[in-house]
């Protein structure tokens, strides 16, 4: 056997490979051996007609079919790896035959690659930079969540329902004037606050007592997961049934060293504070660092391989089917309700998958550009300080580490090192 390859059109790769007669003669008697029960030959018990006999009785070409798959899996995985320095496959080839002879066999592989991305720039951009306060109220507020561990559910039918309440209710949605899938329902527990229903749906029904009717306008997202409903107005209407409120204990120092292992409220309070502190932080860094990456993107241009997004959809159509499943609900009825096919609800996520590829492909591509890698030393250093946030000591921390493991953990100090290089080598502007 041997090969060619050069570049082709949309980031794939033409790879030409040559086989002699022996390989292709090799091939054919594999594929009888793998097939030969299929078929049946009068005189013969299935899978003891000789080779010879099939190809008389059902044509010459018979195994060809099955010795082409041969020659592939035998050869075509170790050109790919032979070659990983010279391209990287991200999907299935599509393979034809190009010639067939007795003596010669050209099959061609037109492979889907990583694509190379041409970056304009990712140094001197000017950045918005997220950072996130902590507020009062907002301390306060996740300080109370702890009294909801022993709330009682109470029903209420003097006031209005506010923010915590679980009310019952029916809502009809449209569109234009035309009901859509999935927008109505009878008689729905709905908690107030939860962020269960699209923005402005429970803010407006906050405020509303039993037996009230009302509409309710607001706009789906963009990025809603029903096509025919992004970016939408709709009109609800509702009905309110029933008001269930909480009815919550005393926040005591008894109480908190019973619930939250604390010994005061002071404690549980300061101990709140710095959780909430160390989440700002990090999802001020963390919406920071989706901003340089967006802003580099923009600068880009990568043609970007049907496989690349196709195994990216994959994966979030995939965690979609596993949060649908923890809440007991299948991916199957779940687009059924939705009035889609599987082919619409997955292509709702085509350009979240271009942009997480690209976005994937720019930190890779200068990870390399400026060779940034993790260092022996900052390894060790990590391992002992996961060491010691489990009370272990290095020695038989490490003996929990797999390969991957340790990979990952060589990755996440890469890329540290990588945003921390463009934050210094960009202008972020609060």
Not at 5 to 10: D, L, P
Not at 135 to 163: H, P, S, Y
Not at 387 to 392: I, L, T, Y
Request: proline share 3%; net charge negative; charged share 30%.
């Amino acid at each position: 056997m041997n090969y060619t390859f050069n570049a082709a059109e949309k980031s794939t790769v033409k790879v030409v490979i040559t086989f002699n007669g022996e390989e292709w003669k090799s091939a054919i008697d594999k594929a009888y051996v793998r097939t030969r029960g299929k078929y049946a030959v009068p005189g013969f018990r299935k899978g003891k007609c000789p080779k010879p006999v099939i190809e008389n009785y059902y044509g010459k070409s018979v195994f060809f079919d099955e010795a082409f798959s041969v020659l592939y899996t035998e050869f075509y995985p170790v050109i790919i790896d032979k070659e990983k320095d010279s391209f990287t496959a991200v999907g299935a080839p599509e393979l034809s035959i190009d010639e067939l002879e007795e003596n010669k066999v050209v099959m061609t592989a037109i492979v889907p690659v990583k694509p190379d991305v041409k970056i304009g720039s990712y140094k001197g951009l000017e950045i918005k930079k997220f950072e996130y306060n902590v507020t009062e109220e907002e301390i306060k507020t996740e300080v109370d969540k702890i009294l909801l561990r022993e709330a009682k559910t109470v029903e209420v039918k003097d006031r209005a329902c506010i923010n915590g309440d679980t009310v019952n209710i029916d809502f009809s949605g449209t569109v234009d004037g035309e009901l859509f899938a999935g927008g109505s329902m009878e008689h729905y527990d709905l908690e107030l606050g939860s962020g269960s229903f699209i923005p402005g749906f429970e803010e407006q029904v906050v405020g509303m007592n039993i037996g009230d009717e009302r509409d309710i306008t607001v706009k789906f997202p963009e990025d809603y997961q029903a096509d025919n409903l992004k970016g939408k107005d709709a009109v609800f209407h509702i009905k309110l049934h029933a008001i269930k409120g909480k009815e919550l204990p005393e926040l005591t120092d008894e109480y908190v060293k019973k619930h939250a292992g604390c010994e005061t409220v002071a404690d549980y309070t300061e101990k709140v504070k710095n959780r909430l502190e160390t989440k700002a932080k990090n999802d001020g860094r963390d919406q920071t660092e989706n901003s340089i990456v967006e802003a580099i993107c923009a600068t880009c241009e990568c043609e970007i391989p049907q496989a690349m997004i196709d195994g990216e959809i994959d994966g979030i159509v995939n965690n979609f089917a596993a949060r649908l499943q923890y809440q007991g609900l299948q991916l199957k009825d779940y687009i059924e309700y939705m009035g889609q096919t599987m082919e619409q609800f997955r292509a709702q996520f085509t350009e979240q998958a271009k942009s997480r590829v690209l976005s994937q492909l720019v930190i890779e591509k200068i990870v390399k550009e400026e060779k940034i890698t993790a260092t022996q030393e900052e390894i060790d250093a990590e391992i002992a300080k996961q060491a010691e946030s489990v009370e272990k000591t290095v020695e038989d921390y490490k003996k929990t580490l797999d390969a991957t493991r340790l990979n990952y953990i060589a990755n996440d100090i890469v890329i540290t090192k990588l945003f921390d290089f463009l934050a210094a080598n960009n202008n972020l502007v609060a």
